[in-house]
């Protein structure tokens, strides 16, 4: 798929490689909230092993040990008791940044979530096994997923793993992956009364709001979004003021006690001589209380605000499902003064028109070539089955995703990079997005999206490149287990 690495490189180090196998022969450890790992050894055997994109490695192996990826390079001896696996083509699995595959149908519909809303307390570890497998056909083991998804504000996501049999703390990727929002769509406009909208430069009144939302809404959403972006941010600020005033209160009476402990003596003989002078008087004796200056309250906890305080802090990237121009533009404007904010754009039907800020932003664009017909509604009018080639050529950072509208939609999600590499984009491009771009983008990088040591192992084992017709996947391994071989059923 892309050219070999100089062989330089690709002789590293053979006692670096063996220390690496030494390494991950440690004994397994259960991790942090009670994973077990995969117990079982693999090795993996490569023609080609695509490491990340524009890196592969000929004839090179993988050792995979405790449901990570222990070892990566040429000529790696075969651990004692591992199970052995082949194919012409190794890479990292797929990753839908926005799909819904493993959340419960409730929590998917929930039209009452909020910024605090988890959908990883509403996630689904033992339904759709068929359709679970299917996805995993299609190289896809991990998904994100928003409940509430078409609502305004969907809550925080969760990365999941989609292999049927997993356990849920198995199943759960990243438990926090990115808080949603969405301006302008239809599924959120009232269904009675009269609504307006630009027609050919003019402002005309509908009949009806049934097909699509009412401009002033559609403006009025992104008002929404960036006073709660606003709200969170003032929430942290209080935070960390209340913090500063803490350390101020605590180093004033640290202080004082110091004082009162160097003046103890002489506040003793002097206690005592009023006491006395007092009682020589036959008046009551009345100590002096001393008065502590108030502890400093915290701001009263907001479950919301404190989501949302991630989020304006940069903590938590922000995904928009937005797809009008207007909103877009309003979107990009409201918040370019919230400099750590890390904003996503889903659909983006008509990003086009705002490509040069999102490149001067920085912002990706999850898109969706889906094809699109008579009846779909308004906001997807401008969609087209080229625009991810049109952002890319752009120079803006385009992600795949399946829509997070069906569970069974995240199987298709390698057909839709296909559309639009049919449609102008690279495939290299493609393969990008669906690896290490999405898993940059909601911060699992870390763990998976591309082949090398201690990440999770989330691998495709394939007759051909990826993404091509030859590609077909021959076995899945997904958190270090095999979860998918030309056997199952």
Known sequence: MTPS????VLGLSASILSSACATAASPAKARPGGEQPATEVLFVRAERLIVRPGVELEGAQVVVRDG??????????????ARELAAPYVCAAYLDPWGALGLAADARVDSATTAGTRAADGV??????????????????????????????SGLGAVLRVAPGLSPAEAILAAESALAMSVGLSANAPNQGPSFDFVDGQLVQRESSARGMDLFDRVGDIDRVVTAIEGGRSYLQSKIEHKHELAEWQKKITEKETELDKEFKKAKKDREKEEKDAKEKGKKFEEKKYKEDKRPQPPRYDEDNEVLGRVANGELPLVVQVHRTAELRGLLAATAKHDRLRLLVAGGSEAMNCSATLVERGVPVIVMPALVGEGAVDELDGADLTLAARLAKAGVEVLIGSGGGSAAASRDLPLLAQIAVGNGWTREAAFAALT??????????????????????????????????????????????????????
């Open 124 to 153: 689904d570890t033992y339904g759709n096994k068929e359709l679970r497998l299917e996805t995993l056909r299609a190289g896809v083991t991990c998904v994100r997923v928003q409940a509430g998804a078409s609502a305004r504000v």
């Open 5 to 8: 690495l100089p062989g330089l």
């Open 68 to 81: 990570r990826i222990a070892a990566v390079g040429k000529d790696l001896a075969v651990p004692e008791g």
């Open 436 to 489: 290490v771009g999405a898993a940059r983008a909601l911060d699992v990088e870390r763990s998976i999206g591309t082949v090398e040591r201690g990440k999770s192992a989330e691998l495709l084992l394939l007759e051909g490149e990826p993404l091509t017709n030859a590609g077909r996947v021959k076995y899945v391994i997904s958190a270090g287990r095999v979860v998918l071989t030309p056997e199952t059923k």
